[in-house]
Nanobody, 119 residues
């Protein structure tokens, strides 16, 4: 079982920055492919950034060059640095741990943290 707790959301003006943090509870954190997802009102949850156990990253096109995902395995933390925030980035952001299995992957989710981008 992996418990994930996000923090760092809040209200920021357009063009501002936020750093989201996600703390994991389990010793198996090192086996997690980590990701940040977001869900805006009336929209489906979407992938924002992912970071594999091997260190490979991927980003949603609209956040490339603005967002950076990173992890600290020793601290069992994953981060999302968000710069040049836009109103369209406003959403609830969720931390995800995916453990790849042969047949069905196992996914764990945090409770989410609200990011509001508004002047």
């Amino acid at each position: 079982q992996v418990q994930l707790v996000e923090s760092g959301g809040g209200l920021v003006q357009p063009g501002g920055s936020l750093r989201l943090s996600c703390a994991a509870s389990a010793s198996i954190f090192g086996t997690c492919a980590m990701g940040w997802y977001r869900q805006a009102p009336g929209k489906q949850r979407e992938s924002v950034a992912t970071l594999t156990t091997g260190g490979s990253t991927s980003y949603k096109d609209s956040v490339k060059g603005r967002f950076t995902i990173s992890r600290d395995n020793a601290k069992k933390m994953v981060y999302l640095q968000m710069n040049s925030l836009k109103p369209e980035d406003m959403a609830v952001y969720y931390c995800n741990c995916k453990i790849v299995r042969a047949i069905v992957d196992i996914n764990y989710w945090g409770q989410g943290t609200q990011v509001t981008v508004s002047s």
